[in-house]
């Protein structure tokens, strides 16, 4: 008799499809605005980099509630963005870089191993490439896995659990 296992993988990416579609709408509501009439902003989507431009710092951070809305609403994470400085740009605006984190970082990735190993399940997890996987012989062990990585609070970036077999 052949003995099973079974595995998911852990991973933290972003649809870019979804992203276009939310910043689409977001400038849609943007152009609508009594409080933009007439305002030089903007939002870009270059691979994994969203840049905005705007009039000032009080109209950019108008700018960044909305798009924030739009990625809420399509259960986009927020924990992606990682905030660039707020710098001058041309014609009096000023413009930020957001980049959007895609994968989990080695650090965070070794992090979330050790506490599997630390927490005595009987599961293994790799670390492959910007993912994790977990296997493991028990269905059981897996979803305590995947319960103990949920409940970590403080992880700088969302998981989704994929690929199970």
């Known amino acids: 008799m052949a003995t099973t296992e079974y595995s998911f993988d852990v991973v933290s990416k972003l649809d870019l499809t ?3 579609n939310a910043l689409d709408q977001a400038e849609k ?3 609508g605005r009594y409080d933009f009439r007439g305002s030089k ?3 870009e989507l270059e691979e994994n980099r969203m840049t905005i431009v705007s009039d000032d710092e009080f109209h950019l951070g108008l700018v960044l509630d909305v798009v924030r809305s739009k990625f809420s609403k399509r ?5 992606a963005w990682e905030y660039g400085k707020i710098e001058p740009a041309s014609k009096g605006t000023v413009r930020q870089v957001i980049t959007l984190r895609q994968g989990i970082p080695m650090d965070d990735a070794k992090s979330l191993v050790k506490r599997i190993k630390d927490a005595g399940l009987k599961a293994n ?3 492959q490439g ?4 977990i ?3 028990d269905k059981d ?6 319960k103990l990585i949920r409940d970590v609070e403080d992880l700088p970036f969302d998981v989704t659990f994929t690929n199970y077999r």
């Open 130 to 133: 910007d993912q994790l996987r």
């Open 18 to 20: 979804i992203v276009k």
């Open 29 to 31: 509501e943007i152009e």
């Open 41 to 43: 902003t903007s939002i």
């Open 125 to 127: 997890a790799q670390i």
């Open 75 to 79: 259960d986009l994470s927020l924990k």
């Open 141 to 146: 062990a897996l979803q305590a896995a995947q």
């Open 135 to 137: 296997t493991g012989k």
